[in-house]
Nanobody, 127 residues
């Protein structure tokens, strides 16, 4: 069983930055590929970014490319999402997710591909 706990959300103004963290226990980032998803009110959960196990490969939703950066500290089993130039459209609950895989290159973009989820952290961007 893998447990994921997100932190770092908050209320910011458009143009500001935030860094989300996701602490993992019960498994390591050497074994699990990780991802960030978000869900805005009245909308479906959507993919934001993913990173392969061991952290070599990344993948982003088009709307966050160049603004968000996903990274992982393997020693600390912690996933990060650096969010810069935030927009009001980025307002959502952000979830981290873990996916067991034997692939060192896989960056899954579909929520159904992930096995474990955190409880989410709220990000609100005021315009």
């Amino acid at each position: 069983q893998v447990y994921l706990v997100e932190s770092g959300g908050g209320l910011v103004q458009a143009g500001d930055s935030l860094r989300l963290s996701c602490a993992s226990s019960g498994g390591t980032l050497f074994t699990y590929a990780m991802g960030w998803f978000r869900q805005a009110p009245g909308k479906e959960r959507e993919f934001v970014a993913a990173i392969s196990r061991r952290g070599q490969y990344t993948n982003y939703q088009d709307s966050v490319k160049g603004r968000f950066t996903i990274s992982a500290d393997l020693a600390k089993s912690t996933l990060y999402l650096q969010m810069d130039s935030l927009k009001s459209d980025d307002t959502a609950v952000y979830y981290c997710a873990a996916r067991y895989t034997t692939s060192d290159v896989s960056t899954a973009t579909m929520s159904q591909q992930y096995n474990y989820w955190g409880q989410g952290t709220q990000v609100t961007v005021s315009s």
